[in-house]
């Protein structure tokens, strides 16, 4: 056994080990997610910097078909390739307007699910759903959630949907309408849904909802794993009191643990530039997750244990979260083959929202927005509603 995966082992003992001890003595009171974990004292904090470390080298460690990557040099692929001008900043969060986007109708804000990077909105120029809403003449804007850290663990789901009105308001202040398109993908629907629901739609044109998660008792997806019983969310936090990126990142894998094979097709085909330019950059999107803040998780866990969206108790900032208040046109885009977000999950928005139009694509949650399928149905939809909204 070399040093290295003496190492890893070692590493995997000594979490699985205070993983145990922990939770079985506080089963419990570690299942529910008391806002108190987030902050801890230093003791605490000492605990779950090694416990962290040790964490995320075994996840490291578990991820290893990545290295495939690193040999055949795809790891530094460039992502987000379309050019673009910082408009406004707040914090960690940045706005970006498109360059070559076109002043005169009502722009297009285009927001990414809060806990990874909005690459793959913008992956390469001919994979690129931003570049392809400025090719066809739209105002286009990305809200970029930016890089948590230790400052930001108490931000929750109010805090980030108050960032969220901010910038449509500022991106509403740009327009000749004085409103905005919103474009929300996976917890992004989640949250503008939200936030239209519990304030109201004001400078809200439409919205568009790439796989949201509404339904959270739908079996699957992410829904799985944050539902179980035996998860302890404060067990996940770092010293900083976020969930570290690697956490993040083998969550996803988990719910389709496809590396290995993928890191086999990119080995047959390394002589493949094409090919490695795009598995490349995907990889890259995947592997390079960013924290999440304790706090927004610990109210994702609430939402999905209690469905809280869909009936009604959700609060943001005082006001619930009532969906028959979504009086703007809405559009759903789902896909058959969701292994993040079920497709009956997304489809529940119907229910409560009738005056939902609903658009299906044949692919999966992420291959719909860099696919074949995106330039042939999803960017295309897309155009049809927001010239007709």
């Known amino acids: 056994m070399t040093p290295r995966v003496a190492l890893a082992v070692f590493a995997g003992v000594l979490v699985a080990a205070d993983a145990a001890l922990v939770a079985a003595a506080q089963a419990f009171r570690l299942r529910r997610t008391d806002r108190r974990w987030v902050r801890v004292g230093l003791a605490r904090r000492v605990h779950r910097a090694w416990r962290a470390r040790a964490l995320s080298y075994w996840l490291w460690w578990a991820g290893w078909p990545h290295l495939v990557n690193v040999l055949l040099r795809t790891r530094r692929v460039r ?13 960690r969060a940045t706005l970006y307007r498109m ?3 076109r002043p005169g109708r009502t722009p297009v804000l285009v927001v990414h699910a809060v806990v990874t990077r909005p690459w793959i909105l913008d992956l390469l120029p001919d994979r690129s759903i931003v570049g392809a809403l400025v ?5 286009v804007y990305l809200l970029d959630w930016g890089d948590p850290g230790r400052r930001d663990a108490r931000q929750g789901l109010t805090a980030h949907a108050e960032v969220l009105r901010e910038v449509v308001d500022e991106v509403a202040r740009r327009s000749p309408t004085r409103d905005c398109h919103v474009v929300g993908y996976c917890f992004a629907g989640t949250l503008a849904l939200a936030m239209a629901a519990a304030w109201g739609t004001r400078r809200v044109r439409s919205l568009a909802l790439v796989a949201p998660p509404v339904d959270t008792r739908v079996p699957g997806g992410m829904g799985a794993l944050l539902t179980r019983p035996w998860l302890a969310p404060a067990l996940l936090l770092d010293n900083g009191g976020c969930v570290p990126a690697p956490v993040v990142r083998e969550a996803f894998h988990l719910l389709r643990p496809t590396m290995l094979a993928a890191a086999r097709e990119r080995l047959r085909r390394r002589g493949d530039r094409d090919f490695q330019q795009v598995a490349g950059a995907l990889s890259r999107w995947a592997w390079e997750q960013r924290r999440v803040p ?4 610990f109210d994702v866990v609430d939402l999905f244990r209690a469905n809280a969206l869909l009936d009604g108790s959700l609060r943001l900032g005082g006001a619930r979260a009532d969906l028959s ?3 703007v046109p809405t559009l759903v885009l789902v896909t058959d083959r969701d292994h993040i977000v079920p497709i009956a999950s997304s489809l529940a928005l119907t229910r409560a929202v009738p005056h939902a139009e609903v658009v299906r694509c044949a692919q999966g949650h992420v291959s719909m927005l860099m696919g074949s399928e995106s330039r042939t149905v999803l960017v295309p939809a897309l155009d ?4 007709r909204s």
Do not use: A, I
Request: glycine fraction near 12%; aromatic fraction near 10%; proline fraction near 3%.
């Open 79 to 91: 992502v987000m390739t379309t050019p673009r001008d910082v408009v406004w900043k707040q914090g």
């Open 99 to 101: 360059r070559g986007s």
């Open 135 to 139: 090719d066809r003449g739209h105002d």
């Open 294 to 297: 304790g706090e927004l998780f």
């Open 325 to 327: 208040r979504v009086d």
């Open 384 to 387: 049809r509603w927001l010239r």
